[in-house]
């Protein structure tokens, strides 16, 4: 009978300890470093939000170990999502959401769709400034809209199917004009293009651009949110010239696919810090974005939603079959 209870005791004991240790092994560790993809070129939205985070997260030591952001740009987004993609499994890849993100699986075949990542959070949403050049004639949107139902203008943007294509395409579709898309990986690319007159008008996030308007460089002539923010002065909506789009880029945080609970949870509570920061807060407003925070489920279903949104968007102007 001893000899039956130590061997029971024994097993137990087994059992208890290889509980204890797959517990241990499933604990989130953030010492490890921590792989951070940009899916865009230096300069862009994306860029500048995912910096910003690494730089809070080490200015607060919010994150024990190191971060690595590296951009990994091409085609509208597919090549940094598509490396998360291929990082599955892992509780150390990161990446930041954008238009592109719902866009670029409606529109090219991806092995990724935007549900198969793990959602951290809902940070921002983010609108768009149709521009001209500084030397342009076109000095308010009426007189640009005018010429452009005559002429078929060059209209830049980042990425093929994203935000900055859809704005342009409802915006034509309803105000009765046509034009030529021309899609670029890099903020800066972009406009270079526009400044040496290869453009005739690009959309672009307003806080990419504040400065080459202060300059007079670029000018900007309507705004794709429902209300102008204070930093553009009185520039228009285009809602108030009767063309209200109600088109909003998704700004984000998503983990690899099959991230771990406690990585995710790890990511909600750390970036419940970081937005309460005056960092973060001085992102918002010299980036003229829309506060708009939903974690974890939340923003998963606001993404669905949005890319519901954006797919009868793209069928109906005939962008995707």
């Not at 607060?60 to 490396?83: C, F, K, M, Q």
């Not at 400034?129 to 060059?154: H, I």
């Amino acid at each position: 009978m001893r000899t039956s209870a130590r061997k029971l005791f024994a097993l137990i004991a087994t059992l208890v300890v290889g509980t204890l240790l797959s517990f241990g092994s499933a604990q989130y560790d953030p010492t490890e470093e921590v792989n951070f993809t940009i899916a865009f070129g230096p300069g862009g939205g994306n860029d500048i939000m995912s910096r910003t985070i690494v730089e809070i997260l080490e200015k607060y030591d919010l994150y024990p170990g190191d971060i690595v952001a590296t951009n990994r740009a091409g085609g509208s987004g597919a090549v940094g999502w598509g490396y998360l993609y291929n990082q599955a499994g892992s509780d150390y890849d990161l990446s930041t959401t954008s238009g592109s993100f719902i866009t670029t699986p409606l529109q090219a075949d991806t092995p990724w769709n935007a549900e198969d990542f793990v959602p951290i959070a809902l940070l921002a949403t983010d609108d768009l400034v149709l521009l001209v050049n500084g030397d342009s004639a076109y000095d308010t949107f009426d007189e640009w809209l005018e010429a452009a139902r005559e002429n078929t203008f060059a209209i830049g943007g980042i990425g093929a199917v994203n935000v900055d294509f859809i704005v342009p395409q409802v915006l034509s579709s309803r105000a009765g004009f046509e034009f030529d898309y021309v899609s670029f990986n890099e903020a800066g690319n972009l406009n270079t293009a526009l400044l040496s007159g290869a453009l005739d008008a690009i959309v672009s996030n307003p806080g990419e651009v504040m400065g080459l308007m202060e300059s007079g460089d670029m000018k900007g002539l309507a705004y794709s949110g429902a209300s102008t923010p204070a930093a553009l002065g009185d520039m228009p909506t285009f809602g108030d010239a009767g063309y209200d789009l109600g088109i909003s880029m998704p700004r984000g945080l998503i983990m690899a696919p099959g991230a771990s609970e406690e990585a995710q949870q790890w990511w909600i509570d750390t970036m419940q810090q970081v937005v309460e920061t005056p960092e973060w807060a001085a992102y918002i407003d010299n980036n003229l974005l829309t506060e708009d925070v939903r974690y974890g489920d939340d923003f998963f279903d606001f993404l669905l939603n949005v890319r519901d949104t954006f797919e009868d968007i793209l069928r109906a102007e005939g962008a995707i079959d």
